[in-house]
Each structure stands twice: as C-alpha cells, then as structure tokens.
Nanobody, 125 residues
Framework: QVQLAESGGGLVQTGGSVRLSCAAS????????VGWFRQAPGKEREFVAA????????FDADSVKGRFTISRDNAQNTVYLQMSSLQPEDTAVYYC??????????????????WGQGTQVTVSS
C-alpha cells in the first residue's frame, strides 16, 4: 500500500517560488500516475497538475498559466511541483494523489485512490 507525504510548503512572498515534494513509501512508485491538487479556504479542491508513470505531464492551464512544472524521480520515489511567480490566489493546502497506471481523467480527484495529508502554501501580498 503506497503512502504519500507532501513537504516543502510554507510562507512565500508574491512573485516567489516554492518546490513541493511528494514522497511515496510502501510500494513501487514507478507505475503510478501522480496528481497535485489544491484547496483554498472555502473553496473546492481543484486540480493543478499531474504526471503519468511515463513522464507525460498535464496542467490546469487556467490556474497555472505556465508558472508551474511537474517532474518525477522514480529512483527517489518522489514527484515534485515547482511553482514560480506565486500569487496570493495560489494560497492553499496542496495535496498529492496517486493511482497505479492511471491514464484517463487525470484532472479528476475521484480518479485517485491514494492521498497525502497536504502541505500549506501561503503567498503573502
């Protein structure tokens, strides 16, 4: 059973950068698709980005607008979300999620069956 743990969140100023990590344990991570979602106070959880086990990435274009990149290091069982040019509206709890060999509906939270506890990212204005 794969377990996920996010790290790297914190307080950052507008325009700054943060790299989030999603580390997996308890199983082989190589064939899992991993997605990043975020949830701001009073809002629904929304999709940010995902990367398949083959390294194909996809983003929510509206919210990310080329500011974020996603990558993975299977040797380290870790997926990264590099976020740049952060804005106050990026403030949220960021969650990573995973599912074995997922190739469809990468932007839908219900498609994933493993979730981390989340890490807070706060962007100050």
């Amino acid at each position: 059973q794969v377990q996920l743990a996010e790290s790297g969140g914190g307080l950052v100023q507008t325009g700054g950068s943060v790299r989030l990590s999603c580390a997996a344990s308890g199983g082989t991570f190589n064939y899992y698709t991993v997605g990043w979602f975020r949830q701001a106070p009073g809002k629904e959880r929304e999709f940010v980005a995902a990367i398949t086990w083959g390294g194909v990435s996809t983003f929510d274009a509206d919210s990310v607008k080329g500011r974020f990149t996603i990558s993975r290091d299977n040797a380290q069982n870790t997926v990264y979300l590099q976020m740049s040019s952060l804005q106050p509206e990026d403030t949220a709890v960021y969650y990573c999620a995973a599912r074995l060999r997922l190739i469809f509906n990468l932007g839908h939270a219900g498609a994933y069956d493993h979730w981390g506890q989340g890490t807070q990212v706060t962007v100050s204005s």
